[in-house]
C-alpha cells in the first residue's frame, strides 16, 4: 500500500536556526496537510495545500512557518528561526480532499529544539 | 472548545478482553474517524464512520456513533497485545480536511 513518508526521523537544531521538514505524500492526492504533537499533547492542525496554495491555516502557523511543494513529489514545511516552544512530532499527511475518505499520515519528524 | 474528547484517557486490559474508548465532540460532524498511533509512529486510519450512520464493523472493531449525544465509541473485541497504542477521534467539523482530534486514550493490553 503506498505510503506518506517523512524525512529526517529526527531533527535536532539550535534554537534560531531554520530547518526544513520534508514529506513525500501519496502520488495521487492532491491535498497536503501538516500537524503537530508537543509530547503528551493532542495531534494540532498547522496547515493544509492544495493547488499549490495554502488552503486554510491554524493560528500555530504564523509568519515563521511557510510550506512548499518545490517539485512534483516533495511537501516541505520550513519554519525560519525556531523556538523551543518548536519542539514536537511533526506529520505530514496527504488525501484526495474528501472528507468521507481518510487522510494518510507520514511516521513524522521529532524535532528537538536546543 | 475542545472537539473531541476521548475517555478514559488510560486503559489497561488483559489480552482477550474488551475495550471500549469514548469520544465526545461539540459541533455538528459529517463524519467521525478513528486513528491509532503506535509508540513513535505516524496515525493510521482504522475506522471511519458518517453522521446518518448509528453502527460500523471493520474485523474486531465496532464503531458506533450517537449524534444526539455528539459521542462515539471504539469497541476493540479479543484484545491483543499488539493492540496496544493510542487510539483518537477525529472530526473534520468545517469540511475542510482540517482533523480536529481528540487528546486520545492509551490502550495497554497485556499478554
Known amino acids: 500500500e503506498p505510503e506518506v513518508t517523512q524525512t529526517p526521523s529526527h531533527q535536532v537544531t539550535q534554537m534560531g536556526q531554520e530547518v526544513i521538514l520534508r514529506c513525500v505524500p501519496i502520488?495521487?492526492?492532491?491535498?497536503f496537510y501538516w500537524y503537530r504533537q508537543i509530547l503528551g499533547q493532542k495531534v494540532e492542525f498547522l496547515v493544509s495545500?492544495?493547488?499549490?496554495?495554502?488552503?486554510?491555516k491554524s493560528e500555530i502557523f504564523d509568519d515563521q512557518f511557510s510550506v512548499e511543494r518545490p517539485d512534483g513529489s516533495n511537501f516541505t514545511l520550513k519554519i525560519r528561526s525556531t523556538k523551543l516552544e518548536d519542539s514536537a512530532m511533526y506529520f505530514c499527511?496527504?488525501?484526495?480532499?474528501?472528507?468521507?475518505?481518510?487522510?494518510?499520515f507520514g511516521d513524522g519528524t521529532r524535532l528537538s529544539i536546543l | 472548545s475542545q472537539q473531541g474528547e476521548e475517555d478514559p484517557q488510560a486503559l489497561s486490559i488483559q489480552e482477550g478482553e474488551n475495550a471500549t474508548m469514548n469520544c465526545s465532540y461539540k459541533?455538528?460532524?459529517?463524519?467521525l474517524q478513528w486513528y491509532r498511533q503506535n509508540s513513535g509512529r505516524g496515525l493510521v486510519h482504522l475506522i471511519l464512520?458518517?453522521?446518518?450512520?448509528r453502527e460500523k464493523h471493520s474485523g474486531r472493531l465496532r464503531v458506533t456513533l450517537d449524534t444526539s449525544k455528539k459521542s462515539s465509541s471504539l469497541l476493540i473485541t479479543a484484545s491483543r497485545a499488539a493492540d496496544t497504542a493510542s487510539y483518537f477521534c477525529?472530526?473534520?467539523?468545517?469540511?475542510?480536511?482540517?482533523?480536529?482530534f481528540g487528546q486520545g486514550t492509551t490502550l495497554q493490553v497485556k499478554p
Open positions: 495545500f492544495y493547488n499549490n496554495e495554502i488552503s486554510e
Open positions: 464512520i458518517r453522521s446518518n450512520e
Open positions: 477525529a472530526t473534520d467539523p468545517g469540511n475542510t480536511g482540517k482533523l480536529i
Open positions: 502520488s495521487n492526492h492532491l491535498y
Open positions: 459541533t455538528s460532524i459529517n463524519n
Open positions: 499527511a496527504s488525501g484526495q480532499g474528501d472528507s468521507n475518505q481518510p487522510q494518510h
